[in-house]
Every structure is written in structure tokens, then in C-alpha cells.
């Protein structure tokens, strides 16, 4: 290519004729379209490697409050039960409540929360990855409601968390929980979470827009919303994966404790300094 870029420049600084001219332009366009071409197929790595994590710290204030929604009730509610285990099937409801009284025997006989078989973890992760998709998908919606039923989805979803556990470690059988969530459950709950956070900032144009129309406010925050809603997505994912693989496996306790504990980290940290290297933090709106 370099050669035959000096064969044009040469070609036009000695006045050679023009078809041959054309030629050498021809081959030089050829090649630069090569060289330089859009490489399309690049834009999806991009975007995961830095425009992810740029989109949630350009919005921390709307993910620390669908943080709030998420795990305050849950905290509360985890207290009740725990200091009052009569008030479990009105909070977690008989279905929970079961669940926890016979995981106690399984965790006695060295069983796990819910079994797999290793030939339908595939459907299964897939009916996960499909559930999880529509929570969060509603979650953004729910900002359509002026941000009241993303608020709600996430206090009911909170209250459900922290109810299931309280009723599981009451039964004394909050290990088998513990051990089946805590794999896929630090992606999936960050998931809904900048899925709420979405939410919120459509429900935060439409009640505050400022002087702008509603109309313009969300056009502003569409970019946003937009970024924070593929996180989310991208998030379950991989979430479901892991829940239909990781989670129901047979691998011992403490390798899925690590497992958790190490992708939590990683998962801070990809969050907290992707992309920072590439372009300045943009201001939320």
C-alpha cells in the first residue's frame, strides 16, 4: 500500500498520463478502504469494554436510590421475620414458607435448594435469562407511571429478598439459600438495579422536566436510559448463564462462596474504572 501510494504521488508530481493516474488512484482507494475500514464488528466489544460501565457512574444518583428501593425494605423485612418468625408466611407467603421448613431437611441430607440435571441446564437457563429480561424490562416501563411502578417493583422485590431469607435462616436452612443465590445473584440484583435506575430517570423527566417540555426532558435522558437499560440486559445475561449452570451445580460450598465473592469484585471494579482511560466522564443529566 505504501509503495503504491509513492507511485501516485510520483505519478502526479512528474505529470504521467492520466489513465494512468486513475489506475494508481484506484488501487490507493482500494487499499485505504482496507486498511481503514469501519470495523462494525468491533462497536459491541467497545461499548462492554468501556461504554458500560461509563453509562452507570455518568448516573450514580439514580442507582444509588433504585439501590435504596431494592435493599432497604429488604433489610427491614429481613429484621421482622427474623425477630418475629410467626409474621414469615405473611411476608414470604406458604409457598416460601415450604420451601425453607423442607430445605432444612436437605441441607441435613447434604442436598441442595433446587436440583438440575446437567441435560436441561441449557432450557433452564434459558426460562431464567427470559424471566429475568421481563422484570427488568417492566422496571424501565414502570417509569412510564411518573417512576411510581419502578418504585414499586422495587420495594416488592425487596421485601420478597429479604423476606425468603428471613424465613430460610429462621428454618435453619439459610446456607442452602445462601449457596444457590449468592453465584448469579450479585449480577442479577445490580441488573434490576440499574434497571430501576432507568426507570427512575424516565419518571424523573416526566414529574421535574425543568423548563423544558416533558417531551424534550426525555429525549434528553434517552441516551441514558438507554445505556443503563442494555447494562442491565447485557447483566442478565450473563446472570442467567450462571444460575443455569453455576448455581445448581454440584460443586462443593466454598468454591461457589469464592466464585461469588471474586466475580463481586470484579464486577465493582469493571464498573468503577472501565473506560475511564478513553473519554472524560460525562455529567448526568
Same mark, same amino acid.
Given at each position: 500500500?505504501?509503495?503504491?501510494?509513492?507511485?501516485?504521488?510520483?505519478?502526479?508530481?512528474?505529470?504521467?498520463?492520466?489513465?494512468?493516474?486513475?489506475?494508481?488512484?484506484?488501487?490507493?482507494?482500494?487499499?485505504?478502504?482496507?486498511?481503514?475500514?469501519?470495523?462494525?464488528?468491533?462497536?459491541?466489544?467497545?461499548?462492554?469494554? #468501556?461504554?458500560?460501565?461509563?453509562?452507570?457512574?455518568?448516573? %450514580?444518583?439514580?442507582?444509588?436510590?433504585?439501590?435504596?428501593?431494592?435493599?432497604?425494605?429488604?433489610?427491614?423485612?429481613? #429484621?421482622?421475620?427474623?425477630?418475629? /418468625?410467626?409474621?414469615?408466611? @405473611?411476608?414470604?407467603?406458604?409457598?416460601?414458607?415450604?420451601?425453607?421448613?423442607?430445605?432444612?431437611?436437605?441441607?441435613?441430607? #447434604?442436598?441442595?435448594?433446587?436440583?438440575?440435571?446437567?441435560?436441561?441446564?441449557?432450557?433452564? !437457563?434459558?426460562?431464567?435469562?427470559?424471566?429475568?429480561?421481563?422484570?427488568? *424490562?417492566?422496571?424501565?416501563?414502570?417509569?412510564? *407511571?411518573?417512576? *411510581?411502578?419502578?418504585?414499586?417493583?422495587?420495594?416488592?422485590? !425487596?421485601?420478597?429478598?429479604?423476606?425468603?431469607?428471613?424465613?430460610?435462616?429462621?428454618?435453619?436452612?439459610?446456607?442452602?439459600?445462601?449457596?444457590?443465590? %449468592? /453465584?448469579?445473584?450479585?449480577? @442479577?440484583?445490580?441488573?434490576?438495579?440499574?434497571? !430501576?435506575?432507568?426507570?427512575?430517570?424516565?419518571?424523573?423527566?416526566?414529574?421535574? /422536566? !425543568?423548563?423544558?417540555?416533558?417531551?424534550?426532558?426525555?429525549? *434528553?435522558?434517552?441516551?441514558?436510559?438507554?445505556?443503563?437499560?442494555?447494562?442491565?440486559?447485557?447483566?442478565?445475561?450473563?446472570?442467567? %448463564?450462571?444460575?443455569?449452570?453455576?448455581?445448581?451445580?454440584?460443586? /462443593?460450598?466454598?468454591?461457589?462462596?469464592?466464585?461469588?465473592?471474586?466475580?463481586?469484585?470484579?464486577?465493582?471494579?469493571?464498573?468503577?474504572? #472501565?473506560?475511564?482511560? @478513553?473519554?472524560? @466522564?460525562?455529567?448526568?443529566?
Amino acid at each position: 500500500y505504501r509503495e503504491v501510494t509513492a507511485d501516485l504521488a510520483r505519478a502526479r508530481t512528474y505529470g504521467a498520463s492520466l489513465r494512468l493516474q486513475l489506475a494508481l488512484d484506484r488501487r490507493v482507494t482500494a487499499g485505504h478502504n482496507i486498511f481503514y475500514r469501519d470495523r462494525r464488528d468491533s462497536r459491541a466489544w467497545t461499548w462492554v469494554r #468501556g461504554g458500560l460501565p461509563r453509562a452507570v457512574r455518568a448516573n %450514580l444518583g439514580y442507582v444509588a436510590l433504585a439501590t435504596g428501593l431494592l435493599f432497604i425494605p429488604a433489610g427491614i423485612i429481613y #429484621g421482622v421475620v427474623r425477630a418475629d /418468625p410467626a409474621k414469615g408466611p @405473611e411476608w414470604a407467603g406458604p409457598v416460601m414458607t415450604e420451601r425453607a421448613e423442607r430445605g432444612a431437611i436437605q441441607l441435613a441430607e #447434604g442436598g441442595s435448594y433446587f436440583e438440575v440435571p446437567a441435560t436441561t441446564m441449557p432450557l433452564f !437457563g434459558a426460562q431464567i435469562t427470559t424471566n429475568n429480561l421481563r422484570v427488568a *424490562l417492566t422496571a424501565v416501563a414502570g417509569g412510564a *407511571l411518573a417512576g *411510581l411502578g419502578t418504585v414499586a417493583l422495587l420495594i416488592l422485590n !425487596g421485601v420478597h429478598l429479604g423476606s425468603a431469607f428471613a424465613v430460610f435462616d429462621n428454618a435453619g436452612a439459610g446456607p442452602i439459600l445462601w449457596e444457590w443465590v %449468592l /453465584p448469579h445473584g450479585v449480577i @442479577e440484583l445490580t441488573a434490576i438495579v440499574l434497571a !430501576g435506575a432507568a426507570g427512575l430517570l424516565i419518571g424523573g423527566a416526566l414529574l421535574n /422536566p !425543568g423548563r423544558r417540555t416533558r417531551g424534550d426532558a426525555l429525549r *434528553l435522558r434517552s441516551s441514558a436510559v438507554a445505556g443503563l437499560m442494555a447494562a442491565a440486559l447485557f447483566l442478565l445475561v450473563i446472570a442467567g %448463564l450462571i444460575e443455569g449452570y453455576i448455581s445448581p451445580s454440584t460443586l /462443593p460450598t466454598p468454591i461457589k462462596m469464592t466464585f461469588s465473592a471474586v466475580f463481586a469484585g470484579i464486577l465493582l471494579l469493571y464498573l468503577w474504572t #472501565g473506560g475511564r482511560d @478513553e473519554v472524560r @466522564e460525562a455529567p448526568s443529566p
